[in-house]
């Protein structure tokens, strides 16, 4: 059974930064890609970010140029690293492992794992 726990949200001005964090319990993490995914109040959850076995980069347009998404397959942990945050990235950050052989990132029926999500706030 894999687990996914992120951590590092909390309340932070417009045009501040955090560090989001999740830790993968298990033992094949490097096998997988990995991606975040946030969900506004009222709204669906949205793609954010995702990061290959190799590292290799994606972004969502809206984060693009601010946030990064990073890995450390020995310790089996991803990070987002959101710097010049807006009000607009208020929400609830999820990290989630996409399916092997699976490519449609984008999409939340790729992942077979996600964490319990982390808050984060950003006051105008």
């Known amino acids: 059974q894999v687990q996914l726990i992120e951590s590092g949200g909390g309340l932070v001005q417009a045009g501040g930064s955090l560090r989001l964090s999740c830790a993968a319990s298990?033992?094949?993490?490097?096998?997988?890609?990995m991606s975040w995914f946030r969900q506004a109040p009222g709204m669906e959850r949205e793609f954010v970010a995702t990061?290959?076995?190799?590292?290799?980069?994606y972004y969502a347009d809206s984060v693009k140029g601010r946030f990064t998404i990073s890995r450390d397959n020995a310790k089996k942990t991803l990070a987002l690293q959101m710097n010049s945050l807006k009000y607009e990235d208020t929400a609830v950050y999820y990290c989630?492992?996409?399916?092997?052989?699976?490519?449609?990132?984008?999409?939340?029926?790729?992942?077979?794992?996600w964490g319990q999500g982390t808050q984060v706030t950003v006051s105008s």
């Open positions: 989630a492992r996409r399916r092997l052989g699976d490519t449609a990132y984008e999409t939340e029926a790729a992942y077979d794992y």
């Open positions: 990061i290959s076995q190799s590292g290799s980069t």
């Open positions: 298990g033992r094949t993490f490097s096998m997988y890609f």
